[in-house]
């Protein structure tokens, strides 16, 4: 009886689908990068690491994702850390740097039809050309990312889907244009540009500049709030969410995730939603700990955790194909009557049909951004009707999500329920509050389970590293530079003459960047762990030609990512341009606790030495005392990342 307010009746049909580029499904993806987020992923023992690849991955099993986008490594921070670039300077070129290339091959391994999204967040400085803009020189800019993309091809492999412009920043209309056309001309026509992965802003230029239209494909947009704006509806460009959620995924960020994933085509018109991030392989100590999927930050006991949002996805990307057509708004698709939302999803024969529910409550579903206005959800029964191709359908396969905030009860993820019947086109169904459902009539979903993965276990002390067992060119796995980019060298020249090991870390940016970050990171430096009391050591040798004016190793550091100009800790640093040493408690050396000359000389080794235990400590050069003291300084945190610069 329809009397009852909580019953409400919706109609399932494809008698008005639409079958055009707007209303085609692109699939849902995640973000590697922007940036550093899987940078400990590649240590983990290859059996948990091929685990977790097929949780993100494989295609009836688990996120069983439609599209990987990755950072496009520009040698400078951007969020978890800097990922590096294929071309530190207009005439290097290296394409086995970093942990992209070898995820996007995991990822195609596993699902050769995932598609592949490359953008960078930051450029390394050469393609200013001087300039502090990747736009003042767009022919350098366009031939950097042709490198990228035709490098990916020969060296890898791997063809790209689609190019974004420039995170978060300016798109430029010329750039755009100028990016399309070396694109074609290198035989790259089947790449796709996404502009401009910030704002709907570039759905003006789309309206009003034909070619910049034609060179644009679809317009993203970063946490949308589900919302696009009229101009970009206009456009009749596919829409997508080309970033979003970031959200720390326990029961409320899966409520987020899988509340968007509805709400994006419902409220926006959006087609592709995509995750930041893919997988949580960075310290949780750097900002937005565990905004993922899953998280697997801990290579070195191989415990991991699969978590909600990675089976909210599933709830979709098990049941739909890129390629299939949603069903509008009114025709398919809509919010529920008592609240929530219900997207229908159709194969392009009309063949299969697909149904998703989501009732997250208001509270129970907030992401880190924008702020969601108010709204209540109740508890409903609806009756769904099928008709058109889908009058037909006699049992739809059911699945359900329960995200249960009653004390003493846990939530329940993806999990497969008695197919329901339809009878004469006809069915009801009960949907309590925070519940997702998916009905459908695709048969090959599974909630894929691998071995339970090793108990988690602090990072293992004493660690040491002599870089001699890299690959020249790699950064060592368990160091994550927040500024600059530390490399494995071969050593030459006089460096060589007085070392007994042939290879070191040396750090290799020396031009600024085109950053993201908004403020500049002068001063490189690369972190790991989590401590409070430690001694961090470093021997190191300072070139007399082209070299720094000060190095340090430092404790308790307490930050990473943009904020990482303002890092406080314990830090003892040697300047060998003045022959001075200090003891800061800031990397900015604005809190000076100590200092001296040292005479150290260049182009010889010097052991720098930090040690913190029981509320004391002691700074070494060598094996002279420089600094101790029976107290910490007051400003030196509890905790914090090891580094060395
Ligand atoms: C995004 C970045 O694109 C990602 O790399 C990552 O940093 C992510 C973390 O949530 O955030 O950048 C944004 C940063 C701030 C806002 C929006 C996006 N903001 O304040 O609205």
């Known amino acids: 009886s329809f009397e009852n307010k909580f019953n409400s009746k919706i109609r399932i049909s494809d008698e008005s689908v639409i079958k055009n580029a707007a209303s085609m499904f692109y699939g849902i993806g995640a973000i590697s990068g922007g940036g550093a987020t899987s940078k400990l992923?590649?240590?983990?023992?290859?059996?948990?690491?091929?685990?977790?690849?097929?949780?993100?991955?494989?295609?009836?099993?688990?996120?069983?994702?439609?599209?990987?986008?990755?950072?496009?490594?520009?040698?400078?921070?951007?969020?978890?850390?800097?990922?590096?670039?294929?071309?530190?300077?207009?005439?290097?070129?290296?394409?086995?740097?970093?942990?992209?290339?070898?995820?996007?091959?995991?990822?195609?391994?596993?699902?050769?039809n995932i598609t592949l999204y490359g953008l960078p967040w930051a450029f390394p400085g050469w393609v200013g050309n001087g300039t502090s803009s990747p736009y003042n020189y767009p022919s350098l800019t366009a031939k950097y990312v042709l490198k990228w993309v035709q490098g990916?091809?020969?060296?890898?492999?791997?063809?790209?889907?689609?190019?974004?412009?420039?995170?978060?920043?300016?798109?430029?209309?010329?750039?755009?244009?100028?990016?399309?056309?070396?694109?074609?001309?290198?035989?790259?026509?089947?790449?796709?540009?996404?502009?401009?992965?910030g704002d709907w802003g570039p759905a003006h230029d789309v309206l009003n500049d034909p070619q910049f239209a034609a060179a644009t494909f679809a317009l993203g947009a970063h946490y949308p709030g589900t919302?696009?704006?009229?101009?970009?509806?206009?456009?009749?460009?596919?829409?997508?969410?080309?970033?979003?959620?970031?959200?720390?995924?326990?029961?409320?960020?899966?409520?987020?995730?899988?509340?968007?994933?509805?709400?994006?085509?419902?409220?926006?018109?959006?087609?592709?939603?995509?995750?930041?991030?893919?997988?949580?392989?960075?310290?949780?100590?750097?900002?937005?700990?565990?905004c993922s999927l899953m998280t697997a930050n801990e290579p070195w006991s191989g415990h991991y955790e699969v978590t909600g949002p990675l089976w909210m996805t599933a709830h979709t990307s098990q049941f739909a194909l890129p390629g299939w057509y949603y069903l509008p708004v009114g025709g398919g698709s809509g919010r529920l009557p008592s609240g929530g939302s219900y997207v229908g999803l159709t194969d392009s024969n009309t063949k299969q049909l697909t149904i998703i529910f989501e009732t997250m409550s208001h509270d129970h579903s907030e992401c880190i951004r924008p702020s969601l206005p108010p709204y209540t959800v109740k508890p409903q029964n609806v009756t769904i009707k099928l008709a058109g191709a889908f009058a037909s359908i006699t049992q739809l396969y059911y699945w359900?999500?329960?995200?249960?905030?009653?004390?003493?009860?846990?939530?329940?993820?993806?999990?497969?329920?008695?197919?329901?019947?339809?009878?004469?086109?006809?069915?009801?169904?009960?949907?309590?509050?925070?519940?997702?459902?998916?009905?459908?009539?695709?048969?090959?979903?599974?909630?894929?389970?691998?071995?339970?993965?090793?108990?988690?276990?602090?990072?293992?002390?004493?660690?040491?590293?002599?870089?001699?067992?890299?690959?020249?060119?790699?950064?060592?796995?368990n160091l994550v530079p927040q500024a600059g980019f530390f490399e494995a060298v071969k050593l030459s020249g006089g460096a060589s003459e007085v070392s007994a090991q042939p290879q070191a870390l040396c750090q290799v940016v020396t031009l600024a960047t085109l950053n993201w970050c908004p403020l500049r990171l002068t001063s490189p430096y690369t972190v790991m762990g989590?401590?409070?009391?430690?001694?961090?050591?470093?021997?190191?040798?300072?070139?007399?030609?082209?070299?720094?004016?000060?190095?340090?190793?430092?404790?308790?550091?307490?930050?990473?990512?943009?904020?990482?100009?303002?890092?406080?800790?314990?830090?003892?640093?040697?300047?060998p341009a003045s022959n001075q040493y200090a003891v800061t408690n800031d990397l900015a050396q604005t809190k000076k606790i100590?200092?001296?000359?040292?005479?150290?000389?260049?182009?010889?080794?010097?052991?720098?030495t930090l040690t913190l235990q029981s509320g004391k400590y002691t700074a070494k050069i060598g094996n002279q005392t420089v600094a101790n003291s029976e107290t910490l300084p007051g400003s030196t945190p509890s905790t914090g990342f090891a580094v060395v610069h």
Not at 85 to 98: A, E, I, Q, V
Not at 424 to 452: E, I, M, N, Y
Not at 454 to 477: A, H, V
């Open 594 to 608: 100590k200092g001296g000359s040292f005479v150290y000389g260049y182009d010889a080794w010097v052991k720098l």
């Open 400 to 477: 359900k999500s329960v995200l249960s905030y009653k004390k003493g009860d846990s939530s329940t993820y993806f999990v497969k329920q008695s197919p329901l019947q339809v009878k004469s086109g006809q069915l009801t169904l009960f949907l309590d509050v925070d519940v997702v459902v998916t009905l459908s009539t695709v048969a090959t979903a599974t909630k894929g389970q691998r071995s339970q993965p090793p108990p988690s276990k602090p990072f293992p002390l004493p660690y040491s590293d002599n870089f001699q067992n890299y690959q020249p060119g790699s950064n060592p796995l």
């Open 41 to 112: 992923l590649q240590n983990y023992p290859q059996n948990q690491r091929d685990q977790i690849l097929d949780y993100l991955f494989l295609p009836n099993f688990g996120a069983s994702l439609h599209m990987l986008k990755v950072e496009i490594g520009g040698d400078s921070q951007s969020t978890e850390g800097t990922e590096a670039s294929h071309m530190h300077h207009s005439w290097d070129l290296n394409y086995n740097r970093g942990y992209e290339w070898w995820l996007m091959k995991e990822a195609k391994k596993r699902n050769p």
């Open 227 to 290: 919302l696009s704006s009229d101009e970009a509806k206009r456009t009749g460009k596919p829409l997508w969410a080309s970033e979003d959620f970031s959200t720390f995924n326990d029961d409320i960020g899966s409520g987020c995730w899988a509340r968007i994933l509805n709400r994006n085509f419902v409220d926006g018109g959006m087609t592709s939603s995509i995750a930041w991030n893919l997988v949580a392989a960075y310290y949780d100590n750097l900002p937005f700990p565990r």
């Open 530 to 575: 989590n401590w409070s009391d430690i001694s961090v050591s470093a021997s190191v040798l300072v070139p007399s030609v082209n070299s720094t004016t000060g190095i340090f190793v430092a404790a308790r550091i307490d930050q990473g990512g943009c904020g990482a100009f303002q890092a406080k800790g314990l830090f003892l640093w040697l300047f």
């Open 152 to 197: 990916a091809k020969d060296y890898h492999n791997l063809t790209i889907d689609y190019l974004g412009i420039w995170n978060e920043r300016a798109y430029d209309v010329e750039y755009v244009r100028l990016l399309r056309a070396v694109l074609d001309h290198a035989g790259f026509k089947n790449i796709r540009l996404v502009v401009g992965d």
